[in-house]
């Protein structure tokens, strides 16, 4: 698992979230909600899906840390330390 | 077995709510006293035709991504296309001496109210800014009189009325005004977002939700009546069946109703004696034609023959001088069957209807076709006069929406107290639905999403998985 593989993950979770947006021109260091349209309660659901997927808990005191790509790559990877990804975006 | 949620009622909110907590891996339960589900908003066949109950519009239609029907569809994970919506061609406000056409294009709006009232042309596009601009406050607001509010801004009593006639219809409980936050609601939902119908009318969404439902391993239990809600002490504990049987649970959400939910926890509602519930009498006319051949060719329109709004109770069974008239014809794309569709919406008096009720079944049926006939006639003297077309009529009363909905007095817009976060005081126990404050089939879901995402979901992303 590298930072690539962890970014793809990240974005399937987007892409199911929000199926209408474009996410191949994300740039990784701009804040997500500045290049999609997230809400507050698509924010949650990123923070579920994490969990749901991957056992990965997010206290709320930390969901600033995700307001990018690189960021959420930068404080997953301890947490994604060892597990299976789902990289659907890849193929 | 104990469950994380018992949904009480399978209305739009109690769906939705069962979605967001079947998608996150909770043990959910929807309970449904009736064999149907969509709450105020179903469906039945009668003699070989099917009707909705309950559906005019779909409100919030745009497909822009911030609409808040695609952030509802968004959250139940719910393609668009599964709603075939067909937008409205064009509806219409109408007084006896002015009419106001809209669409889904908020200019013509705008237009139009600047034609009727050129005095007012720049108070309405400050307005319109100032509603297409606010976002409602996440804390509950207090009641604020949107008649009051508009009068202020645009000086004009005549012109209010024009503006609170649909907004009232469309989700108001109370006479002749309607909350200031729930008015830039519907102004946005209406006017801004547009409105719709699904190809197929309500069944196509109830559809899509349930095969949702079911996809996220919620179980829907129909023909399920809860009795009444367990409490221990100030806790909402689980529920008790009509069949006596006993379900529990970290959360119970219900759709019932402030007072009814009250009711179930075994504590008298005191409503206020001034309040005079608000319902309404409905006629389904099947025509032998479309409504549009015979002139009639607005999607939705709301009218009102007297000079002032009278969206108010009158001592009569109904006051046939307002109301809404909506063909799902006059949308795009609808299926043959429900192009011949009049609907006809008046204000009904529980009260009278539960009296003609009393005097037996004969009387309360001639009562049924006596107001909707009057109805009918009240809208000849404005509209082309369908009348003679019509081959089949089913009218509902209060009496019947009381009867599936368990809504006292057959309130449709629930009761004029509104509890935005759902807290009626016990813990455990949160209001989804009419109750809550949003508004029609859109707010409905969005109020089941939002308080299974805050109450349930936002807590269970803070605990250990």
Redesign the interface.
């Known amino acids: 698992m590298n930072d690539s593989d962890i970014q793809i993950a990240i974005k399937d979770i987007i892409a199911?979230?929000?199926?209408?947006?474009d996410l191949s021109q994300l740039d990784p260091a701009v804040r997500l909600r500045e290049q999609i349209?997230l809400?507050s309660?698509?924010f949650?659901?990123i923070?579920?899906e994490l969990?749901?997927l991957y056992?990965?808990?997010?206290?709320?005191a930390d969901y600033k840390e995700l307001a990018t790509l690189d960021g959420c790559v930068n404080y997953l990877r301890p947490k994604l330390a060892g597990k299976t990804l789902h990289c659907a975006a890849r193929v | 077995m104990r469950y994380d949620a018992l949904v009480i009622g399978a209305g739009l909110s109690g769906l939705a709510a069962g979605i967001r907590l079947g998608?996150?891996?909770k043990q959910a339960l929807l309970l449904e006293r009736h064999a149907l589900w969509g709450g105020l908003n179903s469906f039945y066949r009668l003699r070989g035709r099917r009707h909705d109950v309950g559906l005019h519009a779909l409100t919030n239609a745009t497909s822009a991504?911030?609409g808040v029907l695609s952030?509802v569809l968004?959250?139940l994970?719910i393609?668009r296309e599964a709603l075939q919506l067909g937008p409205q061609l064009r509806s219409v406000i109408r007084f006896s001496d002015l009419e106001v056409w809209f669409s889904n294009d908020p200019a013509l709006l705008e237009s139009e109210l600047a034609a009727a009232f050129p005095a007012r042309r720049d108070a309405l596009a400050t307005l319109s800014a100032e509603i297409a601009n606010w976002v409602p406050e996440a804390r509950p607001m207090p009641f604020a009189s949107a008649r009051a509010e508009l009068l202020r801004r645009l000086g004009d009593e005549r012109l209010v009325d024009v503006l609170l006639l649909p907004t009232c219809y469309y989700g108001s409980p109370l006479e002749n005004d309607i909350d200031w936050t729930q008015f830039r609601i519907l102004y946005q939902s209406l006017f801004l977002e547009g409105i719709a119908r699904p190809r197929g009318g309500i069944r196509t969404l109830l559809t899509a939700l349930k095969t949702r439902l079911e996809a996220c391993g919620t179980e829907l239990r129909t023909n399920c009546g809860v009795e009444r809600i367990l409490l221990d002490g100030a806790r909402a504990v689980g529920v008790r069946l009509d069949d006596g049987s006993e379900l529990f649970a970290d959360h119970v959400l219900s759709s019932a109703g402030l007072d009814e939910t009250l009711a179930l926890c075994g504590r008298k509602p005191e409503p206020d004696p001034a309040r005079r519930d608000l319902s309404f009498l409905e006629s389904i006319h099947a025509l032998d034609c479309t409504p549009a051949a015979l002139g009639l060719d607005a999607a939705v329109a709301f009218y009102c023959l007297a000079d002032r709004l009278c969206y108010a109770q009158n001592e009569a069974p109904t006051e046939p001088r307002c109301g809404v008239l909506s063909c799902p014809g006059n949308y795009a794309d609808q299926e043959p069957e429900a192009a011949v569709l009049v609907r006809q919406t008046v204000i009904a008096n529980p009260q009278r209807w539960r009296e003609l009720v009393a005097r037996g079944d004969e009387e309360y049926r001639a009562a049924k076709l006596e107001h909707s006939a009057r109805a009918a006639a009240a809208a000849a003297s404005l509209f082309p006069d369908w009348r003679a077309h019509t081959l089949d009529l089913d009218v509902f009363t209060p009496r019947t929406i009381e009867h599936y909905t368990g809504h006292v007095n057959g309130r449709v817009y629930g009761s004029p107290d509104k509890r935005q976060d759902g807290d009626i005081g016990f813990e455990g126990l949160r209001l989804i639905g009419t109750d809550q404050g949003y508004l029609g089939i859109v707010g409905a879901m969005m109020s089941g999403?939002?308080i299974v995402?805050r109450h349930v979901?936002?807590a269970?992303?803070?605990?250990?998985?």
């Open positions: 199911q979230i929000a199926p209408d947006e349209e809400d309660m698509d949650l659901d923070v579920m969990r749901k056992g990965v808990q997010v206290p709320e | 998608m996150y891996g991504r911030t952030r968004r959250q994970r393609p999403i939002g995402n979901l936002a269970a992303a803070e605990s250990a998985p």
